[in-house]
T-cell receptor, first 115, second 113 residues
Framework: DQQVKQNSPSLSVQEGRISILNCDYT??????FLWYKKYPAEGPTFLIS?????DKNEDGRFTVFLNKSAKHLSLHIVPSQPGDSAVYFCAASAPYGGSQGNLIFGKGTKLSVKP | ETGVTQSPTHLIKTRGQQVTLRCSSQSGHNTVSWYQQALGQGPQFIFQ???????GRGNFPPRFSGLQFPNYSSELNVNALELDDSALYLCASSLTGVVYGYTFGSGTRLTVV
């Protein structure tokens, strides 16, 4: 059973427009959410995070929104640039039990930004 | 400051064989986590090592085992390889308790035939 879901395998956006990547989760015990970006042949790179006690975090062109009641978070990229083309993973931190500190990832969304 | 390095980058093994993958953590990081990323999936947590001991484990069988050395580098060992073990294996280092501080290596692509 997937605890972190990214239901859109791919997203195509025009350069300069907004990219919105979505993520849903099922476990209300998650205390931290993170977004990673992954280029081919490279490991995931940390992008931005948000604590479960906040509803928004912004870092330059990247903003993450958290809606705890809906168990939903989204990553907004404004404006989108061709260099943003990559696979984006949503991840949640599990604070409990034998998996303490580990990250639970979604399947990823491939973002293509067209010039 | 060096990042996380993994070796080898690619590996082909036969079903039933054993494999060892290696990871050097980023300077200053004392915790190493291993993840398996199958094709079309997100990374899945295998286990984490801190102070040379296993500090957490995901839903993987005992034939997946690991080591952490005094210099914080780590190995992932997989015995009795199965075809489904074919995946990208990612190592991530961090400071304990800082989940947003994970630095991932580029991974080892393991193919089991």
């Amino acid at each position: 059973d997937q605890q972190v879901k990214q239901n859109s395998p791919s997203l195509s956006v025009q350069e300069g427009r907004i990219s919105i990547l979505n993520c849903d989760y099922t476990n209300s015990m998650f205390d931290y959410f993170l977004w990673y970006k992954k280029y081919p042949a490279e490991g995931p790179t940390f992008l931005i995070s948000i604590s479960s006690i906040k509803d928004k975090n912004e870092d330059g062109r990247f903003t993450v929104f958290l809606n705890k009641s809906a168990k939903h978070l989204s990553l907004h990229i404004v404006p989108s640039q061709p260099g943003d083309s990559a696979v984006y993973f949503c991840a949640a931190s599990a604070p409990y039990g034998g998996s303490q500190g580990n990250l639970i990832f979604g399947k990823g969304t491939k973002l293509s930004v067209k010039p | 400051e060096t990042g996380v390095t993994q070796s080898p980058t690619h590996l082909i093994k036969t079903r039933g064989q054993q494999v060892t993958l290696r990871c050097s953590s980023q300077s200053g990081h004392n915790t190493v986590s291993w993840y398996q990323q199958a094709l079309g999936q997100g990374p899945q947590f295998i286990f984490q090592y801190y102070r040379e001991e296993e500090n957490g484990r995901g839903n993987f069988p005992p034939r997946f085992s690991g080591l952490q050395f005094p210099n914080y580098s780590s190995e992932l060992n997989v015995n009795a390889l199965e075809l489904d073990d074919s995946a990208l294996y990612l190592c991530a280092s961090s400071l304990t308790g800082v989940v947003y501080g994970y630095t991932f290596g580029s991974g080892t692509r393991l193919t089991v035939v």
